[in-house]
């Protein structure tokens, strides 16, 4: 049998541990893949476009485990009652074929986008960060800001969208938890003073959120909405200004803020840092971008935490997903209790 | 909420409604999809390939409804007690993304299978054609010769597998049910006087299951295991007598038995055919071969039908797959009725 975190065992399990140490969670089992990239099957995912959205399979495989997600984005869902992301995940055997775990994945993918950016944070940001600009106060808006407090230490947000509503929820969510929020009245007063940028929003278009000029030495941008074809959030004059560290380079090249650059434009990958390959930030004056798409790995870690958290637990029932008669070569067993022949 | 037909529900329906009124059930809706073939969203399968076996997902879309089915396939399986084959699907709603309806599809492949090669056998097989051989008794077997009854009114299997368990367990199945049963000693002994080959085994290897010498004129090959590269089942000089029928090339070229052929190996569309775009068979002396491999489309329309046969029935049950909070940028209220920062 398969076993299954629903929504209701997924909203319990959060519950019960705590955004911000789930969160935490999350992130070492990234480092931990990450630091093994190089043992994983990687492709770019595997998307289905239309004028409304998109659907996606995000699949990886260690070779001892398989996973997959799959993940929708429709900018336009909330106006009308939706989620603009909505997603479940399973994971495999290998060696059988047999999928062993089911997962909703749209809290997950919440807790683990936040995971991600909060660990390309503690190798780019400055070690003395304290304050975070928001541009965007969606669904994802709020595990950020505990991801960066639980990752390094950011007590301190200035919040900006443009659905003031959204702000609110923001600070209704947040400030109960200890975290200073300021409301900005603008990008521009937003980023006034922050060591760090998070630009998070859902628009399907390529916008210019965050403007040349707003980005001062020294800033750490963690670039989250730019995640689509057509779709990017940043002045592209940034990027020449910016060390950039990408995902998987393939997958960033067509979804991320570097589609509006040429092929060969210089990125560093994020897996080379956290396995100590590679610098991340090498001075107090350096511009660095994390232009984060999501990759499957971190979904695939996510599952992996989820798994090994909830299980012998009540978070998780089965689900009834695997056909197996007693002789493996009769399946036509299961059908024959009755036989009906036309 | 998401529907869900779990193994034991997918069980109760077969039985209810019998595997060849399901065959056929399915192969209408095959049909109707492939006679829309140009409206799909195609590629290629997925494949997650390791030495022992492979992992797969397959989506389509009509731009109405989004579908994907998760798929393994371990040849060594069966010796180790497991399913060769395994898999579950998902149709989703295009508009807003959300997933729809899910359901075990290790069985209702193997209807789906039966019903394509049997939709495939209608247009292409002898009208007078009477006697089928099939080399492989596996779990695939007896759904074949049921969809092959169902569809064209075959009564006369004759059966060869390596495995005398396996062709025991065939006869032990479909006698009952009406249909005559030859075990063969061999392939040669199978394929003696039959109007249809069907080969459908498992070993994942470029073998010589059909001899070239074997194939005569009129005769009608339904190749249903080659389907995976490096796993053919028949002499590469069937393919220069006969005329090819594929679902689609670009899929078919990496997996199917053209895998041996140069790149411009000329072959038919079956959607085509289906489509009236194209004849089938043409002469009783005309040697057809559909190289099947299996394609997302014919998941996309077993899924359909399941979902529209059991609709309003205790066949579906529900998942709770999709996190829905009441207000949808606020994801985050489901997560703090108790809320313990670290």
Not at 24 to 32: F, S, V
Not at 219 to 240: A, F, M, Q, Y
Request: aromatic share 8%; with cysteine.
């Amino acid at each position: 049998m398969t076993q299954l975190v629903d929504v209701t065992n997924m909203c319990r399990w959060i519950d019960h541990h705590g955004v911000e140490k789930l969160i935490a969670g999350i992130l070492g089992y990234i480092e931990e893949d990450f630091a093994r990239w190089e043992k994983f099957d990687k492709i770019p995912r595997v998307a289905s476009h239309t004028p409304i959205g998109v659907i996606e399979l995000m699949p990886t495989s260690d070779s001892i485990e398989y996973g997959f997600k799959y993940v929708n984005g429709h900018p336009s869902n909330p106006a009308r009652g939706f989620q603009t992301v909505t997603a479940f995940g399973v994971l495999a055997d290998v060696d059988n074929g047999y999928p062993t775990f089911e997962a909703e994945m749209t809290l997950l993918t919440a807790l683990r986008t936040a995971a991600t950016s909060a660990m390309a944070a503690k190798v780019l940001a400055r070690k003395d960060a304290q304050v975070m600009a928001m541009i965007g106060a969606g669904s994802q808006s709020e595990f950020q800001a505990l991801g960066f407090r639980a990752a390094l230490g950011i007590e301190r947000v200035r919040i900006f969208d443009i659905d003031p509503n959204a702000m609110e929820k923001f600070r209704r969510n947040i400030e109960p938890l200890g975290i200073e929020v300021y409301l900005a009245d603008s990008v521009d007063d937003a980023v006034e003073g922050a060591d760090i940028i998070t630009t998070c929003t859902a628009d399907k278009a390529q916008n210019t959120i965050l403007d040349y000029s707003l980005v001062r030495p020294g800033v750490h941008i963690n670039g989250v909405g730019g995640d689509c074809p057509g779709k990017t959030e940043l002045d592209p004059r940034i990027l020449d200004d910016a060390t950039v560290f990408v995902e998987f380079p393939p997958q960033t090249r067509i979804e991320g803020e570097i589609q509006n650059k040429p092929e060969d434009f210089e990125v560093v990958e994020l897996w080379k840092v956290i396995a100590g390959q590679r610098e991340g930030r090498t001075s107090d004056e350096e511009i660095t971008l994390f232009d984060s798409v999501g990759f499957a790995i971190e979904d695939f870690s996510a599952l992996r935490y989820l798994r090994d958290s909830t299980a012998g637990t009540d978070f998780q029932t089965f689900i009834d997903l695997v056909a197996e008669p007693d002789d493996p070569k009769d399946l036509f067993s299961l059908t024959s209790r009755v036989l009906s022949p036309l």
